[in-house]
């Protein structure tokens, strides 16, 4: 028996669960509740509700990969330089958060931020002033950077980690010193693993709902909470629909990055 049959369960499920859905959104996208044809779901983005929810999803979610980046790439240099492999224990210690259940973590941290929560009960304790970053763009900045940093590091890590010492010591024995070696020859090998990092980390956080609604309170809305409510509440399956595709531009543009500086797949996490 060929060795491609054993790839059909796969492909039932690709089919199931990838085409069909995408299938499903685009049709709905592009109509309207009588089945016909329209654009108008794609251009309720411009309306100023719709618009501002998308600046704003770019904003936090840009604020939140730069953070991300100038945090995961010391430590990547860090577990590089301690010869740490990838089944090491302080590499389980980044990868051990993402086992556990997206939104346990992100209520976990809404206990700790909340007014009368863990954190300003010690803030109390000390007679120090309370932290009110609740319900505020603070918190989801920080839920976000906490939930997506793995996504950053480990791409970094891997590529960091499959450069050649010899290539580094050759820089150095041709006079450069440490501020060169690493901007003319480090960040330069390391760029698949920073654009794989930053597309892992700004592609879900522009995304989400989740987050923005529990360290948001709901007051603070993002584009991922506009669909959600499109479909769960507004039960206009076409108008979430359209605002999923204008998404899904961000997503190529991001696919299209990483296959531009990334071809071999040295960004990958593993």
Not at 43 to 67: G, P, Q, R
Not at 108 to 114: G, M, S
Not at 160 to 167: E, M, Q, T
């Amino acid at each position: 028996m060929s060795k491609k049959y054993f790839a059909a369960p796969y492909l039932v499920w690709a089919v199931g669960f990838i085409i069909i859905p995408l299938f499903m959104i685009v049709f709905y996208g592009f109509t309207d509740r009588s089945g016909a044809f329209t654009l108008e779901n794609i251009l309720a983005i411009l309306s100023h509700e719709h618009a501002k929810a998308l600046w704003l999803s770019i904003l936090l979610s840009l604020v939140s990969t730069v953070i991300c980046l100038v945090l995961a790439y010391p430590l990547a240099m860090i577990l590089t330089k301690r010869n740490v492999n990838q089944h090491s224990f302080m590499v389980l210690l980044f990868i051990l958060p993402m086992w556990m259940n997206f939104l346990l973590r992100t209520l976990a941290w809404q206990t700790l931020l909340e007014k009368n929560g863990v954190i300003n009960a010690v803030l109390s304790f000390l007679h120090l002033p309370a932290l009110e970053i609740i319900n505020t763009p603070y918190a989801i900045v920080l839920g976000m950077v906490y939930n997506f940093l793995p996504f950053m590091v480990l791409p970094i890590y891997n590529v960091l980690a499959k450069i050649d010492p010899n290539v580094i010591n050759a820089a150095r024995d041709l006079g450069a010193n440490g501020v060169q070696t690493f901007f003319r020859v480090i960040f330069p090998l390391s760029i698949p693993g920073v654009i794989s990092g930053i597309t892992m980390v700004f592609v879900p956080a522009m995304t989400t709902f989740v987050i923005s609604t529990l360290l948001g309170g709901s007051k603070i809305l993002l584009i991922g909470n506009v669909i959600e409510q499109e479909f769960t509440q507004g039960n206009n399956w076409h108008l979430g629909s359209g605002l999923s595709l204008v998404l899904m531009v961000f997503i190529l543009i991001s696919m299209a990055f990483v296959m531009k500086y990334d071809k071999d797949g040295e960004g990958a996490m593993f």
